[in-house]
């Protein structure tokens, strides 16, 4: 019968990638699904759900994946979470305060949740290469790049490596961001201790940009993709292994063996 899974967001750019290659894998099987305006719609011999409470009710999933929107993902975990599914996250807008919300929920239901902002191997090598890069270089900032539909800032890939560089190191400057003569806000965000920098332009998909600097040199590591093919083999790898842990883990880091040099 293999894994069942619920997919969130099945009719969306990502979700549609995906229901791809559930539907054509072996070990995997498309129980329900979700798409808020592709209701009634066919994704095989599934009939897409309007919302995530009519999908778990037609059948419980081992695993729910969701890749909605930012207004509705963490009432998903939580409705998941309740119905004693195992979740793994692709949608982006969650906070550091969220996962600490849903990590309580996941250990007191004794179920495993997996997110990441970016499901993709580049992106899980840049956050490793950069968490190197921090352990020896005192000055970064972050960049995130995306088209101009997209609703959340920064992304959830410029969201998860400055958490991840905060457990390494802080980073330092001569003037204080918080001492910036003329706009302050020209010097971006701050999060957990990194500047972020988002730019919201046509002709983007998603990247995030790590600079780093020091005395006479400087070094810029880039993840870019150019189609949301990227994100199935991490989403679905997550997907596999989410059933075999408690509580919540974040990042493909940890999936792909990456050691951290925290």
């Not at 207004?71 to 998903?76: G, M, R, S, W």
């Not at 965000?189 to 995030?208: C, D, E, F, K």
């Amino acid at each position: 019968m293999g894994l069942k899974l619920c997919l969130a967001g099945a009719t969306g750019h990502v979700g549609q990638e995906l229901a791809k290659a559930i539907l054509s894998a072996g070990d995997l099987q498309l129980i329900s699904a979700v798409g808020r305006r592709g209701a009634g719609q066919k994704l095989g011999d599934v009939t897409v759900d309007g919302t995530l409470g009519a999908a778990l009710a037609r059948a419980k999933p081992d695993v729910v994946i969701d890749y909605t929107h930012p207004d509705v993902v963490k009432a998903h975990v939580r409705e998941a979470i309740a119905a004693g599914c195992g979740v793994v996250v692709g949608t982006s807008g969650l906070t550091d305060a969220d996962y600490i919300e849903i990590d309580g929920w996941a250990k007191a239901k004794g179920v495993g949740v997996f997110a990441a902002g970016n499901c993709s191997v580049t992106a899980a090598l840049l956050q490793h290469f950069a968490l190197m890069a921090a352990k020896q270089m005192s000055h970064w900032e972050i960049l995130d790049y995306a088209g101009d539909a997209k609703p959340d800032a920064p992304s959830g890939t410029a969201r998860e490596l400055a958490y991840q560089l905060a457990q390494v190191a802080t980073p330092e400057w001569k003037v204080p961001v918080s001492e910036t003569k003329g706009m302050r806000e020209a010097r971006g965000a701050t999060l957990n201790g990194s500047q972020l920098h988002s730019i919201r332009v046509p002709g983007y998909y998603s990247a995030v940009q790590a600079v780093f600097g020091d005395a006479g040199e400087r070094i810029e590591l880039r993840h870019e993709s150019t189609s949301y093919a990227p994100y199935v083999t991490g989403t679905l790898l997550a997907a596999r292994q989410v059933k075999g842990f408690t509580g919540l883990r974040r990042g493909m880091s940890d999936l792909l063996g990456l050691t951290s040099p925290a």
